[in-house]
């Protein structure tokens, strides 16, 4: 559950009430969050390799630094990768594909190519028309990320 989300359950407070503070940093800023907290983007869970061990061998074999000579495109280097794997194969890209965009949803391209070039090992950055094209290649039956 999101911490911004209320819960639904009352909170005990002391009997003695706080004195009225008009300040919102004095209040410790937005909900109750320290003025160092609240100027604070908050941070997005960390993406390791290890997390998407088949999604990171498709990149590193078929997003390397010559797939547009190689390929042309993206959505070609998933089929290519497509026709030459295994069911096994396919399903696991698939599946961990599929994780991956449930995870990063809502993140900027930006974010989503620095883990995809960094430790996920793409040598390509992709744009919104590319994640789209390759939810449709390599997961189907999944709506491809808005």
């Known amino acids: 559950m999101s911490p911004d989300r209320p819960t639904g359950k009352t909170e005990c407070r002391d009997s003695h009430p706080e004195p009225a503070l008009s300040n919102p940093e004095e209040r410790g800023g937005p909900k109750g969050l320290s003025s160092r907290e609240a100027a604070e983007p908050p941070q997005a869970t960390e993406i390791s390799s290890t997390d998407f061990p088949a999604l990171r061998s ?23 990768f497509c026709s030459d794997a295994s069911p096994e194969e396919r399903a696991a890209v ?15 391209m930006d974010e989503i190519n620095r883990i995809l070039t960094g430790p996920l090992g793409s040598a390509y950055s992709l744009t919104d028309d590319d994640v789209h094209r390759l939810s449709a290649t390599l997961s189907p039956s999944r709506k491809a990320r808005k």
Do not use: I, V
């Not at 390397?64 to 070609?76: A, F, L, N, V």
């Not at 698939?94 to 900027?108: C, L, S």
């Open 58 to 80: 498709f990149l590193r074999g078929y997003f390397h630094q010559d797939m547009r000579d190689e390929y042309g495109s993206p959505e070609e280097a998933a089929r290519e």
């Open 94 to 108: 698939a599946k961990e594909w599929t994780r991956f965009m449930d995870q990063t949803q809502g993140r900027p």
